[in-house]
């Protein structure tokens, strides 16, 4: 059963433009959520995070957007750059910032020069 | 200086043989996890020890064993390996009661059964 779903298994975009990857959940109770940013051969690393009761947080040129009624959040990277290029998981907690992580199937991101 | 480190980066291995997979890290942390990447590329969480209790996802057979000899090093020990167990292990850790966006992932071992 796939709690946390990324349906886009690769995404692929210009250099400067704006990247969306997409997650998708269906356990209404998760109250955390985080995106994380993976490289080849190389373990993932944390991006950026939001709680369930706000429905935005920014850093830098990310962006994370949560839309609870529709258990949908999304990963805002503008300008993409070609260091973007990786695989990027949604993950959900049901403990907040101290649950045990669920992760997506991740989305490769290319982003081309 | 890594943080969190494994091996081996790489392990094959013939079905039914027992083999380790070691993890250490140098963080401080109290609390390691290993987690598993399977051909379907869902991430999933195999266990969590924090000193010692050891929390076992139930849906890991127990051919697998977490050994902990210290709390810097959680280690998985893998009996009778299957076919189905071919995925990529991820080891990592974070401080008990710490944020989420404060665990640390090693590089992974791709474990290859033949």
């Known amino acids: 059963d796939q709690q946390v779903k990324q349906n886009s298994p690769s995404l692929s975009v210009q250099e400067g433009r704006i990247s969306i990857l997409n997650c998708d959940y269906t356990n209404s109770m998760f109250d955390y959520f985080l995106w994380y940013k993976k490289y080849p051969a190389e373990g993932p690393t944390f991006l950026i995070s939001?709680?369930?009761?706000?429905d935005k947080n920014e850093d830098g040129r990310f962006t994370v957007f949560l839309n609870k009624s529709a258990k949908h959040l999304s990963l805002h990277i503008v300008p993409s750059q070609p260091g973007d290029s990786a695989v990027y998981f949604c993950a959900a907690s049901l403990g907040g910032s101290q649950g045990n992580l669920i992760f997506g199937k991740g989305t490769k991101l290319s982003v081309k020069p | 200086d890594t943080a969190v480190s494994q091996t081996p980066k790489y392990l094959v291995t013939q079905m039914g043989n027992d083999k380790s997979i070691k993890c250490e890290q140098n963080?401080?942390?109290?609390?390691m996890y290993w987690y598993k990447q399977d051909s379907k590329k869902f991430l999933k969480i195999m266990f969590s020890y924090n000193n010692k209790e050891l929390i076992i996802n139930e849906t890991v057979p127990n051919r697998f064993s977490p050994k902990s000899p210290d709390k810097a090093h959680l280690n998985l020990h893998i009996n009778s390996l299957e076919l189905g167990d071919s995925a990529v292990y991820f080891c990592?850790?974070?401080?008990?009661?710490?944020?989420?966006?404060?665990?640390?992932f090693g590089q992974g071992t791709r474990l290859t059964v033949v």
């Open positions: 990592a850790s974070s401080q008990a009661g710490g944020l989420l966006e404060e665990a640390f």
């Open positions: 939001i709680s369930s009761i706000k």
């Open positions: 963080l401080g942390h109290d609390t």
